[in-house]
């Protein structure tokens, strides 16, 4: 503190003042002081300056020293008074006291030596009290600043503070509504509040606590706890005044990782559900090759069999002529046979696609379909000149050929309008029945395994499928990819 002293002295006595001004100065030699013996210069000295201590008497001819005492505090609180006087006593002293005074020192030889360190006191005391309001200022600035909620909860519950970052977290308009609630009201779990308390108990410190909280809204939200009990030493006992930590909103967070956790568990499932279908066909062209084919290799092999025995006990023309007419049918069975291998064929991968393209393929698939269930088909083609890559061609198909694998298990149509258009540079793919309509848990969950296979092969050629249901009035599939791969799009 500058040792230049600016010090106000308010008394009637000019001997008086003079003592003050030589004991003083002897601890602070280069103070400066201003007198004030009536109301005007005391008022006018008030307000014209900022003093860095002020010493009055308390008996005055015009007023008391409590008077000047309040009036000081009026204009600067932080500044120190001292009362130095021979007519006061003990009940004015603790009333000045109480009013604010710094000291009172009593007008005799034997005390008034006390008022170089009366003053050293005062100051330092006020240096001490300006230290520690900056200091709290910037730690209310900093603890109103950081973006991540701060609390200070006392025993029984009640919310001490809060900074304006857990206000905005919980949703709550002001800090008054929010300390005028109970922390353990915030808990979604009582389990999580208990659990949280018992750690905070045996260890006075927990970090990293996640836990679901109510906002202010009644939503929900997860956040993570990071909080300390707060101590008090009384008779070498820790006594815990109060706790007090962080919360910061970690919902985003949680979100993501449930996202990640279904989705592994999707495709755990898709896996499995692949590997299923996978077997499933097998198992179909393995009973087709086995029931229609080989059944048609089989009594092809007998006929054969059949005339070799016959030829070798043919003597004369006569006994050839059978073999001749039998030899004759051998054409239609190897017809069948070939019949049936294409038709295999047919079905794993239609020729069609290759040779003509994407709508001609459609359009067959269609025919087979009303012929297998009778379900009648609208189709309307929007362009007949496609120009799609193979593996695009292949994926739109396939997941068509699903979509009415879908509506033959699941749907309970009786018509079905397909559309196929060009929209700027997607393909578009719509496919509307009249059944049913899909509920949002069929739509969602690992139990829709053969919509999260299409939603696959849409997402490997960065496109995307949208399935609407309407219960009682059946279900839409939207497909919509590029026509073309990005990559070849900047090359043009």
């Known amino acids: 503190m500058d040792d230049k002293l600016q010090i106000l002295l308010v008394d009637d006595n000019p001997g008086d003042r003079a003592l003050v001004m030589r004991e003083i100065s002897r601890e602070f030699p280069d103070s400066q002081f201003e007198q004030a013996t009536n109301s005007k210069e005391l008022a006018q000295a008030i307000e014209s300056r900022r003093w860095d201590l002020v010493v009055t008497d308390y008996q005055l001819r015009w007023t008391d020293g409590i008077t ?36 009172y020192v009593i007008k005799s030889p034997k005390h008034y030596v006390r008022l170089p360190a009366a003053a050293h006191m005062a100051l330092e005391r006020t240096r001490q009290r300006l230290a520690l309001r900056e200091a709290e200022g910037r730690y209310q600035s900093l603890f109103d600043d950081v973006p991540v909620g701060l609390f200070r909860v006392a025993l029984d519950g009640s919310i001490v503070d809060a900074n304006p970052a857990l206000m905005e977290m919980l949703g709550y308009p002001d800090r008054p509504t929010l300390l005028s609630a109970k922390a353990k009201a915030f808990f979604a779990d009582s389990e999580k509040r208990g659990e949280l308390m018992t750690l905070l108990k045996q260890s006075g410190l927990v970090r990293h606590f996640e836990a679901e909280f109510y906002r202010h809204d009644g939503k929900l939200l997860w956040a993570e706890v990071n909080a300390r009990a707060i101590h008090n030493r009384q008779n070498r006992v ?61 009594a092809l092999k007998m006929d054969l069999a059949w005339l070799e025995k016959k030829m070798a006990e043919a003597h004369n023309t ?3 002529r059978p073999l001749q007419d039998k030899t004759k049918s051998l054409p239609v069975s190897v017809d069948q046979i070939i019949s049936v291998v294409r038709k295999i064929a047919t079905e794993l991968r239609p020729p069609v696609l290759d040779e003509l393209g ?14 297998r269930t009778g379900i ?9 000149h496609l120009n799609l890559d193979p593996e695009r061609a292949t994926a739109v198909f396939r997941i068509f050929q699903e979509t009415l694998t879908n509506i033959i298990r699941h749907a309970q149509a009786t018509q079905v309008n397909i559309h196929l258009k060009e929209e700027g ?5 719509e496919v509307q029945d009249n059944g049913r309509g899909l509920t949002g848990r069929e739509r969602s969950g690992t139990r829709s395994l053969g919509l999260l296979g299409k939603r696959e092969r849409a997402t490997m050629l960065d496109g995307e499928i949208n399935i609407i249901g309407r219960q009682g009035k059946g279900t839409t599939v939207g497909v919509r990819i590029p026509l073309q791969q990005p990559a070849q799009e900047a090359k043009k």
């Open 68 to 103: 000047v005492l309040l009036a000081v505090k009026v204009q600067r609180r932080e500044c120190p008074v001292i009362m130095f006087t021979g007519t006061g006593s003990e009940e004015i002293a603790v009333q000045a006291m109480k009013a604010g005074l710094d000291d």
């Open 358 to 371: 994407l709508e001609a393929a459609i359009e067959w698939q269609i025919r087979e379909f009303e012929k």
């Open 425 to 429: 540079d997607k393909l578009i793919l």
């Open 318 to 320: 006569g006994a050839l």
């Open 238 to 298: 820790l006594e815990v005044l109060c706790y007090e930590g962080s919360l910061e909103d970690i919902t985003e967070r949680k979100r993501v990782e449930k996202k990640l956790r279904d989705s592994r568990e999707q495709l755990r499932a898709l896996a499995a559900y692949l590997q299923s279908v996978r077997e499933e066909e097998r198992t179909r062209i393995a009973r087709e090759v086995h029931d229609e084919l080989g059944q048609a290799l089989t």
């Open 376 to 384: 009648k088909c609208q189709f309307k083609p929007g362009s007949r």
